[in-house]
Every structure is written in structure tokens, then in C-alpha cells.
Antibody, heavy 123, light 107 residues
Framework: EVQLVESGGGLVKPGGSLRLSCAAS????????MSWVRQAPGKGLEWVGH??????????DYAAPVKGRFTISRDDSKNTLYLQMNSLKTEDTAVYYC??????????????WGQGTMVTVSS | DIQMTQSPASLSASVGDRVTITCRAS??????LNWYQQKPGKAPKLLIN???NLQSGVPSRFSGSGSGTDFTLTISSLQPEDFATYHC?????????FGQGTKLEIK
């Protein structure tokens, strides 16, 4: 069974840091592009960023609001995706989801999602 | 960035109704458009990819259409389990962007 399990969320003060993890199972993780998507309370979905598979270079792209503060990385030996969040702001408060990126020809979509982990940034 | 606008923001309907949700992109995105269903407290679920391709296991009462800037998600006969929030998302360019969501409620 394909599964993603996030962990690492919690309460952090503005300016603080947090690292989220996403443990993957049931598929060949090293071949997969992976994404982080967040959802602020009562709001819509917001793409945070993605990391390409190692075979595709393992490079990353980020949304403007998090660029320079957040870093996505992966450890293919542990089948785990990470989101390092620094200089956190109150507006980063959200449920954070990891997702596989599935390709349908040239079109990609967020296929399998984790259950989400809540990050609250508050003093 | 490509802006995605959904309408309506919310919709009340009854079991058995046919409903249509619209998604408009701020520029042409060909068919680089996906639809997701999200129930309260749960992660989104991919319903349709590339504007009109139904994901495996998704009931055939769901359908998607459109290309360019205008897209629709149609549910032909609402079932109780379809009451949820629906999100469109473009994968034409980075950053990937979502519509604000359409909440489908029971009338």
C-alpha cells in the first residue's frame, strides 16, 4: 500500500525553526518527485515547493512566500522527505501535507497525500 | 503566477442533482488542470487529471472538461458522499497554483 506519513509539526514562536518529515512506503521513493502543500485554517490549498527525483537532478522549486526560508530535501536511503522551515512567521500557520507528484504524459498532479501535520506559529 | 478562480465559492444542492463547478485560469494552460476533492479534516484526493481524465476508482458520475482558460467539473447525480470541497489546480507552470475551493453543501 502506498503511504505517506508526516511528522514534526507543533507550536513554534515567530522567528523559530521546525523540521517536518514525510516517511514514504509502498513505492520506489527514489524515482518520485515529491511536493509539500499547505492549508491555513479555513483557507485553500497552497503549493509550498517540490523536489525532483534524484535521477532528475534532485533540484527544488519553491513558492515565493517561503523561498529563502524553507528547504526541501530528501534521503532516498530512508525513503523520507523533509521540509526545513526557518524564520517562521505567523502566516506560516497551516496543515502541511506531503504528496507524490505523478506524471500523466507532460502533465503532473498531486497523487498520494499524507494525513498532514499541523504547524502553529504563535507567541 | 497563474491565478486560478473558482466559482461559485459555495453551492447548496440535493442528492440526485447535477452540479457544475467552474475554474478559470488567468492565462491559457492548455489542459494542464487537475481537480481534487477534500472532505473535512482529510487530505485532498485527486479526482481528475489533465482536465478530463478520471482517476482510477473515481465514480463515473464525475467528469471534467475544458481547455485554455475555462474548465468545468460536473457531478451528474450527487450522492451523499460527494458533499465536500473541490479544488482546481494548474500544473502548466511553477509555482503550481490552486483555486480557492468550492464548498458543496447539502440543501
Amino acid at each position: 500500500e502506498v503511504q505517506l506519513v508526516e511528522s514534526g509539526g507543533g507550536l513554534v514562536k515567530p522567528g523559530g525553526s521546525l523540521r517536518l518529515s514525510c516517511a514514504a512506503s509502498g513505492f520506489i521513493f527514489s524515482n518520485a518527485w515529491m511536493s509539500w502543500v499547505r492549508q491555513a485554517p479555513g483557507k485553500g490549498l497552497e503549493w509550498v515547493g517540490h523536489i525532483r527525483s534524484s535521477t532528475d537532478g534532485g533540484t527544488t522549486d519553491y513558492a515565493a512566500p517561503v523561498k529563502g526560508r524553507f528547504t526541501i530535501s530528501r534521503d532516498d536511503s530512508k525513503n523520507t522527505l523533509y521540509l526545513q522551515m526557518n524564520s517562521l512567521k505567523t502566516e506560516d500557520t497551516a496543515v502541511y501535507y506531503c504528496s507524490t507528484v505523478l506524471w500523466f504524459g507532460r502533465i503532473d498532479a498531486f497523487d498520494i497525500w499524507g494525513q498532514g501535520t499541523m504547524v502553529t506559529v504563535s507567541s | 503566477d497563474i491565478q486560478m478562480t473558482q466559482s461559485p465559492a459555495s453551492l447548496s444542492a440535493s442528492v440526485g442533482d447535477r452540479v457544475t463547478i467552474t475554474c478559470r485560469a488567468s492565462q491559457s494552460i492548455s489542459t494542464y488542470l487537475n481537480w481534487y476533492q477534500q472532505k473535512p479534516g482529510k487530505a485532498p484526493k485527486l479526482l481528475i487529471n489533465a482536465a478530463s481524465n478520471l482517476q482510477s476508482g473515481v465514480p463515473s458520475r464525475f467528469s471534467g472538461s475544458g481547455s485554455g482558460t475555462d474548465f468545468t467539473l460536473t457531478i451528474s447525480s450527487l450522492q451523499p458522499e460527494d458533499f465536500a470541497t473541490y479544488h482546481c489546480q494548474q500544473s502548466y507552470s511553477t509555482p503550481r497554483t490552486f483555486g480557492q475551493g468550492t464548498k458543496l453543501e447539502i440543501k
